[in-house]
């Protein structure tokens, strides 16, 4: 079947501008994650949803982030008044409950 | 804030050897997992190993645990040039659902 997909894969945008990123997750999967990685380093956890709930955010970084997943399915990441500093790979997983998670390709935000 | 470390951040071995690469952690944890990246994109999940669990194998792949040294080890047998990317050990903090990575170990396979 089909894997997490995210789209854009790419997108350049300029400092303190409004993005949404985009996760479409494992059909049947009621765990979705976010995830960002910056260059040369391991992911790290964003927030954390079961189901339309985000079950724990503590990763967000600051108020300018924030995700939906409204029907349970598609999540958005959206991130006000980028700054240079928020350029990195995001990274969108799925599971089932807790179990193993499958990783989307990415999205390559990149603020100028 | 990471609790994995990768040892060594880079390795380069020649296509048929064995490729090994540790990982250390803080706190307790649940299970350990290890994942394969590559060209900086999407996650790949190759082995899980729960902290009750000290070896665990799967194809070319085997993968230790000591809890007691807060350590894993995977090592990969008979490397392939298909192996080269970056691999990443991610920490599972009692059932806490949330992922803690590691910098990552970058394996390159030469021909």
């Known amino acids: 079947g089909a894997g997490v997909s995210q789209t854009p894969s790419n997108k350049v945008t300029e400092k303190g501008k409004y993005v949404e990123l985009r996760c479409d997750p494992i059909?049947?999967?009621?765990?979705l994650y976010w995830y960002r990685q910056s260059l040369g380093q391991g992911p790290e956890f964003l927030i954390y949803?079961?189901?339309?709930?985000?079950?724990?955010d503590s990763g967000l970084p600051n108020d300018r982030f924030f995700a939906v997943r409204p029907e349970g399915s598609v999540s958005t990441l959206k991130i006000q008044r980028t700054e240079r500093g928020d350029s990195a790979v995001y990274l969108c997983?799925?599971?089932?409950?807790?179990?193993?998670?499958?990783f989307g390709p990415g999205t390559r935000l990149t603020v100028l | 804030s990471q609790q994995g470390e990768e040892d060594p951040q880079a390795l380069s071995i020649q296509e048929g050897e064995n490729a090994t690469m540790n990982c250390s952690y803080k706190?307790?944890?649940?299970?350990l997992q290890w994942y394969r990246q590559n060209s900086g994109r999407g996650l790949v999940h190759l082995i899980l190993?729960?902290?009750?669990?000290r070896e665990k194998h799967s194809g070319r792949l085997r993968v230790t645990l000591d809890t007691s040294k807060k350590s894993s080890s995977l090592l990969i047998t008979a490397s392939r040039a298909a192996d080269t990317a970056s691999y990443f050990c991610?920490?599972?903090?009692?059932?806490?659902?949330?992922?803690?990575f590691g910098a990552g170990t970058t394996v390159t396979v030469r021909a």
């Open positions: 997983a799925s599971s089932r409950d807790r179990g193993e998670q499958f």
């Open positions: 059909s049947g999967h009621t765990a």
């Open positions: 949803f079961q189901g339309t709930g985000a079950a724990d």
């Open positions: 706190t307790s944890i649940n299970n």
């Open positions: 190993i729960r902290s009750n669990e």
């Open positions: 991610a920490t599972d903090v009692s059932s806490d659902y949330k992922l803690s």
